[in-house]
């Protein structure tokens, strides 16, 4: 009987794995591709050590003034000293644990979302943070001290403007874009004037007119409060923008579907929010998180208005007599902090992406 | 006309009669003073690390604080920017704006505003490596100057070389880290912008006893207090509580020996201190007003040493902030 003898393995051919190969495929496949290859390496090697040795190598830590910082790299000692005016603003110190309590059940927050199925008690969770979140950073109920919004600032600012703008303007461009999406003339007619206002203007006009032209028309006595009128400015502009993602959304989903629901006998409301508005709303999730990613970054706008976020307290902090000449050391510190934001939300994109993706792959 | 702006006229006459209403009144029932300052401005109006403000405009909010509701920290800032200072104040947000604002004739008469002194002399200076052994302005033809892009800076250094027959060279920068930068690095011999900025850019350079801010000054910048108009009771506290700063630097009263002066002989001290006369009835403030105000906050040495003076990293000689006496601008009119 023939007795099959397994031969030995071989190994794949050398100039076919390993490093060596991956690099010959990917970066020194043509000489086109050779010359981009090295161009890369060049300018990574002219930036990169020369940014490690001033940030890291040549950089002072420790101490706690400007007179410890000797070496000739970056003094990231005033980071350190300024960190909770960048982080809290103002915030009284005695009252920064109300803001860390809202961080943490920020986090018990995204838990939750995480093992819970059911859609409902998602939303009520939701709420119920979002009512706590805002009861911890303003006060006034529960025995919390109030505090002012002219104390407010930093980071804590950032997040605020940037959520409430999130948060309230995503049912308003819906009701929004369903206006313009809408048969009846009237309301049509409003929701376009209105979208393509908002949207022939820039954000910072809307930011100018409401902290210096709002104010003019009341009588005196009834001063608005300056970041309310901020919030509701970035929040009816984000609005429109808002607006025109989902009807986006909401024209890709195919007539049937309308027809479909109507058959059955779906009213308006039914047919929209059951049918129509999540399918359209998943194909709108990498536009509208893009959207809200650079809500997040216009947010530094609100410096024109004397509103100190994040990026302003660069300026605040180096302004100290004591700390003269560090905004490189903040502002760099800053664009780590608007980097992992903005990366965290576009990563969460991503998986929210690939959860509603129904579609057979 | 159309509604819009008869409706928005409307509105613009109710501001202006609740101002003449009384800010005095208001400030005093809302237990504090609405003052405007500069976001962050070395040592005029800068926070500490504690989160505190202060500098010589914040002091000066504090010293209004002093003498209407007798104690300086009752003051709520408004950090503004250069373009919504003026709207603030008219729409009532501040009751006055502490904010480096120079007081020139347009300002005055067109925009509805009232200046009420001059709490710090600035002007255009010049800064030099001391290596180049520059001693006055007269010896910079030939030089190098690094400017900040699209500021009058640039208009008066072509006008003050012109004027003496100069030959110079500009290099302009979009911001001032970059104007520091190279100067630092010797793109450029000089670096011009007003006198008050220089020192702050000095104490941020790597050797700031190697550079000197020359004499010169070729601009005026009159920085200063600013209100509303239509509000004379409010403008002349505004006024007074400044000046009784300088006249108590004048007078050698400071907040240390206040109370021991409270019982001198001289006419003059008694009046501003309050024990004579009645200097504080006719503001519609306490007869101790200025009392208040050297005790809390200072006399005008006293503060210019705290925030810009020798001591602290900016080291501004007093130059022209100096009293008139020793030869400065600084005058606070009689307290008679």
């Known amino acids: ?361 | 006309m159309t509604k819009f702006t008869k409706l928005s006229l409307a509105a613009l006459a109710l501001v202006g009669m609740s101002a003449t209403a009384g800010t005095l009144e208001d400030t005093k029932k809302q237990g504090f003073v609405k003052c405007g300052v500069h976001v962050s401005n070395a040592g005029f109006s800068e926070v500490t690390s504690g989160g505190e403000r202060k500098g010589m405009d914040v002091d000066g909010c504090r010293a209004v604080a002093a003498a209407v509701l007798g104690d300086a920290s009752k003051v709520k800032y408004t950090p503004l920017n250069a373009k919504e200072r003026f709207a603030a104040l008219s729409s009532g947000e501040i009751d006055v704006l502490y904010r480096g604002t120079t007081w020139t004739e347009t300002r005055d008469t067109s925009l509805g505003l009232n200046f009420a002194g001059v709490n710090y002399y600035d002007g255009q200076g010049f800064l030099v490596k001391n290596s180049d052994g520059i001693k006055n302005a007269a010896e910079l033809d030939g030089a190098t100057f690094c400017i900040q892009a699209g500021t009058t800076t640039e208009l008066n250094v072509a006008d003050y070389f012109r004027a003496n027959k100069m030959a110079y060279k500009v290099n302009t920068y979009d911001s001032n880290d970059q104007v520091i930068k190279s100067y630092e690095s010797g793109r450029c011999d000089v670096i011009t912008s007003d006198a008050s900025q220089l020192y702050g850019i000095r104490s941020t350079l790597k050797d700031p006893s190697g550079h000197t801010v020359l004499p010169e000054i070729i601009s005026k910048e009159p920085l200063g207090p600013v209100v509303r108009q239509g509000d004379d009771a409010w403008f002349n506290i505004i006024k007074w509580s400044y000046n009784a700063m300088v006249e108590a630097e004048e007078l050698g009263v400071t907040s240390q020996n206040v109370n021991k002066m409270k019982t001198s002989d001289s006419p003059a001290i008694k009046r501003l201190l309050g024990t004579e006369g009645n200097m504080g009835a006719n503001l519609g403030l306490s007869a101790d007003f200025a009392y208040n105000i050297i005790k809390q906050v200072g006399n005008y040495g006293e503060i210019f040493e705290r925030n810009i003076g020798m001591n602290t990293p900016l080291k501004m000689k007093r130059g022209l902030n100096d009293l008139w006496t020793r030869g400065g601008l600084q005058y606070s009119p009689p307290f008679r």
């Open chain 1, 1 to 361: 009987m023939a007795v099959h003898n397994q031969k030995a393995v071989r190994e794949a051919p050398a100039n076919t794995k390993g490093i060596i190969h991956w690099l010959q495929e990917n970066l020194f496949s043509t000489p086109s591709n050779i010359a981009l290859t090295l161009l890369g390496a060049y300018i990574i090697y002219s930036i990169l050590p020369p940014f490690l040795q001033w940030a890291y190598f040549d950089a002072n830590f420790a101490g706690d003034s400007k007179a410890q910082c000797t070496g000739d790299g970056a003094c990231w000692t005033f980071v350190k000293v300024k960190m909770d005016m960048f982080m809290y603003g103002f915030y009284p110190e005695d009252q920064v644990w109300r803001l860390q309590a809202g961080v943490v059940l920020f986090f018990l927050l995204i838990g939750f979302f995480y093992f819970s199925k059911s859609n409902k008690l998602k939303i009520i969770a939701f709420t119920s943070y979002m009512i706590v979140a805002i009861l911890l950073i303003t006060g006034g109920m529960f025995g919390l001290e109030v505090v002012e919004t002219d104390k407010w600032g930093g980071l804590m600012l950032t997040i605020v403007v940037a959520a409430v703008g999130i948060v309230f303007s995503f049912p308003i461009g819906i009701i929004l874009a369903f206006g313009r999406a809408s048969e009846l003339p009237i309301i049509k007619s409003i929701c376009i004037t209105y979208i393509e206002f908002i949207r022939g203007v820039p954000l910072i006009t809307i930011l100018f007119m409401s902290s210096v032209i709002l104010p003019l028309f009341f009588p005196e006595g009834i001063t608005f409060d300056k970041l309310l009128r901020a919030l509701i400015g970035i929040t009816l502009f984000q609005a429109a923008y808002v607006a025109e993602i989902i009807r986006g959304g909401l024209q890709s989903i195919p007539r049937g579907q309308y027809e479909a629901a109507d058959a059955i006998g779906l009213s308006y409301w039914q047919k929209m929010l059951l049918v129509i508005l999540p399918q359209a709303l998943k194909v709108a999730i990498p536009n509208l998180v893009g959207a809200f990613i650079s809500l997040f970054q216009d947010t530094t706008l609100v410096l024109i208005i004397g509103l100190l976020d994040l990026l302003s307290m660069v300026g605040v902090a180096a302004g100290d007599s004591a700390w003269l000449g560090m905004e490189t050391e903040g502002y760099v510190f800053v664009t780590f902090v608007f980097w992992a934001f903005c990366y965290g939300m576009s990563r969460y994109s991503n998986k929210l992406e690939k959860q509603f993706n129904t579609e057979l792959k």
